[in-house]
């Protein structure tokens, strides 16, 4: 390595021949000596469309393996070049440039290759969707050049390699004249050592004129004249930035994006693993394996590039992502660490750069976002120690207090909907030294509870040695799960965390340790030693596939582990030795801490996390707090803090405070704070004990509808067993019916919904004698419906239908084996681009006008089984009618493959949540067929059933999948060695025959132990994986046969079609019907043929939203009067599977497709 003397000649020569005019020595010795990286001669070349010369300028500085920062380099380099030959119509040369120089990234991602192999067929490679936008080659080269520069900023190999020092005119001539005054020197004819031989002359002639000259002067730096004492500047890197005009002002990036960002590589399982976490982020050995051994994945495009929370933010242009996996890109709430082996792939056929550094240059003091108007006080009781959201239903709040309880509170009612106090579940099952406290001393505080990143699990972690996990089932239905006597002592935080793809529980201690424990049996998997204080705080994280932990304890020190039980791989120290608390953006990208000090003093600052260096340091945080201030942070852009009896903004871009609000006064001197995930909410504890619920503009459109359904006229009737009371709600839409007390058919299950259970009562007859009241919806002023229009003639039937994961679009199969796609435009009615039933969407197709049709050869559409499945990120579909699947490219609609020829035809498809290129394929001759789309290969096959398959569903949480068939049959596989768990036949109800080929659905509960099971007889519930009969519910004669069913996003309510065209909307814990619509209130009287939905589809993201697949070929959408907000009342709890009470803001589950 160059000894920084040599490397500061090296610039004083640089400054030198810049003087002389010397162009073309300047940029051989930048190049060959690898010192400066000159961006304005970049530019020049790039300007000129020099491209040999831009690649062996870069070359000096990195080369294409090094990282995925120069890969994406050389690629948009190459492709450059490429495109440009293509616009020339060069094809010779074009060709040459494909096969020399973009090759080599087919062993990348061939899918990649492959589309830009086919632009040599197209006479103008604009007529490709994702290039339509591309312009002449000068516009094209300025919007490549700026990726260019800031891929290079963002690139760790060119570090420090961006600036030129501060150096005064001529230094290099001064030096040397200093010692040779009468002397003309040459400076071309010597060598580098030479010329160090000269200066070290020149230096000891300094030092020979200090006026108190050192006997063993210490000379660090040619850039300053030398003199002997403490002011001496240290080495070159201690100058100022950019002055000298060699070079334009070329700014430091602020910190470096995830790798995974930029392209893909896989994990390299056997990879040493670096000795400190700079190594985690750079080390190629470890980010990745060798590129041959890499899997090539089958994925187009996807603009989402920089995910905000689990939400698809506006793209930049038309750009291609190319993943190896659907990507949701850190999109939980970063105290939850996301899983690993979602990796983002940027490799943009058009010249539009997405920022690998997120939201960082969003440095707008606006304050409009922020939510800062008081809705409401929830009146707590005990002191607030710690809240949290739930990541999908976010008006839930969780809290837990200074006296041990917990707390699950419903903005939308302001009730409480569970509250636990402390206590032991198993006390033998604890040890005899904790038996011994609690023998003394039976009380204990909360000091933390969280979601985990779904919302199906909590934790709550105590002042006394146990953590305790609750499993959610919605509304008030919280079960006990898993107890941990976790420390010895208080356990003073806990995390979830997804190592090895395992949901897994970090905990910290006053035992100065760190554990980590499977979520599902609780046993221990790490116990990571090196804390020499209480260890304060966990944050789990991830970068790339590398999972770590971030690590605090009460005497200041920061640490980071891998999870091996090797030991911390960094040590820092955090600003005033404070105990401190973590967290990441929401993005993932940026690390933030605050804490608080013996003093009283309060640092809050954003790190660099690779090198242990602090950022930024915020400023306006008191110097007297009496407890550790609390922090959060929202959108990526925004931090809060409570501190000195204020609630205090700011934008974390910039260090002052942005904005101070004391939310209407009675805050204690540092409150809890806590934003839920859409930052439309915070939380923010009380002196009184109590919470304040704060919001934006978005937050008072949510809240306020609740408060006046809360506040609306509720009627009242009494029945008897059998009786039928009728009766006009004011102002509602209306006719509501009692719910008879009679079982409508014979059920084999005695938790049919009707059965009595127990004699009860007189007192419990009567109050259940006032039973929730059915709204009849039968006119079209009900409620909201919209017919999406179609200018296409076909009339054919709808024969599947869902929503795109994203919330934007409706996809529908018809029967003539042609996908149809609408889309909401953003506009003044609808800025957030969701579907909604206020605004029409459009039937979308791409500027090409080609329709998605599947391979329909030698079939007879009018009896085949359509079906298809959507990639999580609305890529890509994989679809089929009775031919050979199909996988189409969502943006183009380009049929990018078809696979397994028939017979057998494919009945069901259903991608692996964990892997994209797995997809389990129910066969029409019973078999399920495993298939890999990457190595297109059947991995293996599965029999169980006796006729066709027509439905499946994998749950995560027990690693299954459950299958259902024609033959009524539902039969549970292992999805680790597939194996056949367990089978069972459907319950037929007393009085009904099923058709010799009922289709049967199923479909998940977000809990993913739940499982719906829709047959033309009846809707039931079961629990996975034993397959035990919870519920079962029977339609009304009159309403004929079950089309489909389906789960809302949130699993709280089940929306059912009947052939008569009725909708039935049921509690889903209970099977209850709370809301009927009539078809007279969405189709015309007495249409010929008769019309009725075959398909219903729930949004991914509004709980009280779905769609309908008609037997004409239309598709409507269906929402409550905005008045009303649900769809109808929901009845009380009565024990069962899944949520009870209804819900708003659910995010989106893993719904499987109708």
């Not at 793209?315 to 939850?336: C, I, M, Y």
């Not at 636990?420 to 198993?426: A, G, I, L, T």
């Amino acid at each position: 390595m160059a000894s920084p003397l040599s490397s500061e000649l090296v610039f004083l020569i640089l400054q030198f021949l810049e003087e002389e005019n010397f162009k073309e020595t300047i940029h051989r010795l930048e190049r060959e000596s690898g010192f400066f990286f000159n961006m304005r001669y970049l530019e020049e070349l790039v300007k000129n469309g020099e491209w040999d010369e831009v690649e062996k300028y870069i070359s000096g500085y990195t080369k294409v393996e090094d990282n995925r920062y120069s890969m994406k380099i050389y690629f948009e380099i190459k492709k450059q070049k490429y495109l440009e030959a293509l616009d020339r119509k060069d094809g010779a040369k074009a060709l040459e440039i494909l096969v020399k120089d973009l090759k080599v990234f087919s062993a990348f991602n061939e899918d990649l290759f492959k589309e830009i192999t086919l632009l040599l067929t197209l006479d103008n490679f604009r007529e490709n969707e994702q290039l339509s936008t591309y312009g002449d080659t000068n516009s094209a080269r300025a919007i490549m050049l700026t990726e260019l520069k800031k891929l290079i900023e963002a690139n760790p190999v060119f570090r420090d390699k961006l600036t030129f020092p501060s150096l005064k005119s001529s230094r290099l001539r001064s030096l040397i004249n200093q010692r040779f005054v009468s002397s003309v020197v040459h400076f071309q004819s010597y060598r580098i050592f030479k010329l160090t031989v000269f200066l070290d002359c020149s230096l000891n002639w300094q030092h020979q004129l200090c006026k108190n000259p050192k006997p063993h002067p210490d000379i660090k730096t040619l850039f300053v004249d030398h003199t002997c004492g403490p002011s001496q500047p240290i080495g070159a890197h201690a100058l100022s930035p950019v002055t000298n005009p060699l070079m334009g002002t070329v700014s430091r990036p602020p910190g470096f994006p995830p790798l995974g960002a930029l392209f893909p590589y896989q994990t390299a399982p056997t990879a040493p693993l670096p000795s400190n976490l700079t190594g985690w982020m750079t080390n190629p050995a470890v980010a990745r394996a060798s590129p041959s051994s890499g899997p090539i994945s089958l994925i187009p495009p996807n603009i989402s590039a920089i995910p905000k929370r689990a939400r698809t933010p506006p793209g930049n242009g038309p750009a291609v992502d190319f993943q190896s996996a659907d990507s949701e890109h850190v999109p939980k709430r970063t105290r939850a660490s996301g899983t690993s082996d979602e990796i983002s792939v940027q490799v943009n056929l058009t010249p539009v750069y997405v920022s690998p550094v997120g939201y960082s240059g969003q440095s707008s003091s606006s304050s409009e976002d922020l939510p800062k108007a008081v809705m409401m006080t929830l009146n707590q009781g005990s002191a607030v120690k710690s809240m949290d959201f739930h990541p999908k239903q976010q008006i839930q709040l969780l809290v837990g207090t200074n006296a041990g309880e917990f707390l699950l509170w419903d903005l939308s009612s302001r009730e409480k909907l569970t509250q636990k106090n402390f206590k032991v579940w198993d006390l033998g099952a604890c040890s005899m030294p904790f038996q011994t406290t609690l023998t003394n001393d039976y009380t204990a505080s909360v000091n933390r509870v969280t979601w985990n990143p779904d919302g199906t699990f909590f934790g709550v972690a105590y002042s006394k040695n146990i953590v305790q996990i609750y499993s959610y089932h919605g509304g008030a239905d919280i079960r006990n799960h898993l107890e941990i006597e976790a420390h010895c002592g208080s356990v003073n935080d806990l995390a979830f965390s997804y190592p090895n793809k395992t949901l897994s529980i970090v905990t910290c201690g006053d035992d100065r340790l760190i554990k980590v424990w499977n979520a599902v049996t609780g046993e221990k998997q790490n116990q990571l030693e090196g804390h020499e204080a209480p260890v304060y705080c966990v944050c789990p994280h991830f970068k790339e596939n590398i999972q770590f932990i971030f690590s605090t304890a009460t005497d200041g020190n920061i640490k980071a582990w891998l999870y091996d039980n090797v030991g911390s791989r960094l040590d820092y120290a955090a600003p005033g030795l404070s105990p401190s608390a973590m967290a990441y953006s929401d993005d993932g990208t940026r690390l933030f801490s605050c804490g608080t000090n013996k003093e009283g003093q309060s640092f809050m600052v954003e790190w660099n996390e690779s090198e242990g260096a602090i950022k930024r340091m915020y400023n306006g945080l008191g110097k007297r707090a009496n407890r550790p201030v609390q922090f959060d942070t929202t959108k990526n852009r925004y931090i809060v803090a409570g501190d000195e009896w204020l609630i205090k903004y700011w934008n974390m871009d910039n260090a002052s405070v942005l904005l101070v609000s004391d939310a209407e006064g009675g805050l204690p001197a540092s409150p809890c704070v806590r934003f839920n995930l859409e930052g439309i909410l915070l939380a923010v504890s009380t002196s009184d004990n109590g919470i304040k619920i704060l919001a934006n503009s978005d937050g008072i459109r949510v809240l306020k509808p609740m408060e006046n359904r809360s506040s609306a006229v509720k009627t009242s009737a009494l029945t008897t067993s059998g009786a039928t009371v009728t009766a006009n709600a004011t102002g509602g839409p209306s006719v509501m019916d009692i719910v008879t007390t009679t079982p409508p058919l014979t059920m084999t299950n005695t938790e049919n919904q009707n059965s009595v259970e127990r004699p009860r009562t007189g007192d419990e007859a009567t109050d259940k004698s006032r039973m929730w009241k059915v709204t009849e919806i039968s006119e079209p002023s009900h409620c909201r419906c919209l017919r999406f229009p179609d200018n296409t003639s076909s009339a054919m039937r709808v024969t599947r239908l869902m929503y795109t994961n994203s919330g934007h679009g409706v996809l529908a199969l018809v029967a003539n084996a042609v996908h149809k796609l609408w889309k909401w435009q953003k506009t003044d009615h609808n800025s957030t681009e969701k579907a909604t039933a206020s605004v029409a969407p459009q039937l979308w197709q791409p500027t090409s006008g080609i329709l998605m049709t599947n391979d329909i050869s030698d079939t007879n559409t009018e009896d085949s089984i359509a079906c298809f499945a959507l990639s999580r990120n609305d890529s890509y579909v994989a679809s089929a009618s009775g031919g050979k699947i199909s996988l189409f490219n969502m943006m183009t609609f380009k049929t990018m493959t078809t696979f397994m020829p028939t017979p057998p035809a494919a009945t069901f498809l259903l991608f692996h949540p964990r892997d994209n290129n797995i997809i389990a394929v129910g066969m029409d001759d019973s078999s399920i067929h495993i298939y890999n789309v990457r190595v297109d290969e059947v991995k293996t096959k599965l029999k169980g059933h006796h006729k066709r398959v027509t439905g499946l569903a994998f749950s995560t949480v027990l690693n299954v999948l459950v299958s259902s068939g024609a033959d009524s049959q539902l039969c549970v596989w292992n999805t680790d060695g597939w194996e056949k768990q367990t089978s069972r036949q459907l319950q037929i109800p007393g009085g009904r025959v099923a058709a010799p080929f009922a289709d049967t659905h199923v479909q998940f509960h977000h809990d993913q132990k739940h499982l719906l099971v829709v047959h033309g007889t009846q809707i039931a519930i079961y629990e996975a994986p034993k397959l035990e009969c919870l519920k079962q519910w029977g339609p009304r004669e009159a309403s004929g046969a079950i089309t489909h069913a389906a789960y809302s996003c949130d699993s709280q309510t089940i929306y059912v079609t009947f052939e008569d065209g009725s909708i039935d909307i049921l509690t889903a814990s209970s099977l209850r019907l709370r809301c009927r619509v009539s078809p007279t209130s969405y189709l015309p009287a007495n249409p010929k043929p008769r019309v009725y939905p075959l398909v219903v589809a729930a949004h991914p993201s509004e709980p009280n939203q779905f769609a309908l697949g008609l037997t004409d070929g239309g598709v409507c959408v269906f929402e409550p009067l905005e008045s009303e907000g649900k769809w109808g009342s929901a009845p009380g709890v009565e024990g069962g599977a899944g949520p009870s009470t209804s819900a708003v803001a659910a995010a989106a589950n893993s719904t499987d497709q109708a």
